[in-house]
T-cell receptor, first 115, second 109 residues
């Protein structure tokens, strides 16, 4: 298995532009998570899906952020408009079942820089 | 709410043993996980404890005391490649995993 695949690896954009981050989870994993990592705040859960349905989006910082999962093999995280404070590494992760004992598999992340 | 506390940095000698602690306060608790993250890399799952006691996987062991809201990760026979950040994470319910701020381990020759 190729693991969780994220694209792009790096994204530099200007403030005010729309940014779309993409994720392909591991086939058969029912849960998909979007995390954001910064030095100040560490790893924060933004939103997660179960069987393509958003379950908890309470971590989404504001209305500028939106996430979709149109099918079991693809999810997007969109920021519109982007701001410099959105600069971070965004990770997508997937897991097989509910529960921590199997762990989450993280993608390589997208390093977003908003200038 | 929830909070997790981890020492920010630890330095240890190659071949030695190191223990990294984690204390937590949560409104719900299902288990404690540990993840390793190398600079520029993704977090990778190491271990999970749902019950009190020690879980061993090769050179890595993880311990949990639910009554003390405390756990630790023990690394034996340290190698240079173990230099990384180590995060504890509490599963608070549903499928929410709440991460600590991590301990940066530096292994020196």
């Amino acid at each position: 298995d190729a693991g969780v695949i994220q694209s792009p690896r790096h994204e530099v954009t200007e403030m005010g532009q729309e940014v779309t981050l993409r994720c392909k989870p591991i086939s058969g994993h029912d849960y998909l998570f979007w995390y954001r990592q910064t030095m100040m705040r560490g790893l924060e859960l933004l939103i997660y899906f179960n069987n393509n349905v958003p379950i908890d989006d309470s971590g989404m910082p504001e209305d500028r952020f939106s996430a979709k999962m149109p099918n079991a093999s693809f999810s997007t995280l969109k920021i519109q408009p982007s701001e410099p404070r959105d600069s971070a590494v965004y990770f997508c992760a997937s897991s097989l079942i509910r529960g921590g004992n199997y762990g989450y598999t993280f993608g390589s992340g997208t390093r977003l820089t908003v200038v | 709410g929830q909070s997790l506390e981890q020492p920010s940095e630890v330095t240890a000698v190659e071949g030695a043993i190191v223990q990294m602690n984690c204390t937590y306060q949560t409104s719900g608790f299902y288990g404690l996980s540990w993840y390793q993250q190398h600079d520029g890399g993704a977090p990778t799952f190491l271990s999970y404890n749902a019950l009190d006691g020690l879980e061993e996987t090769g050179r890595f062991s993880s311990f949990l005391s639910r009554s003390d809201s405390y756990g630790y990760l023990l690394l034996q026979e340290l190698q240079m490649k173990d230099s990384a950040s180590y995060f504890c994470a509490v599963q608070t319910g549903a499928n929410n995993l709440f991460f600590g701020t991590g301990t940066r381990l530096t292994v020196i020759p």
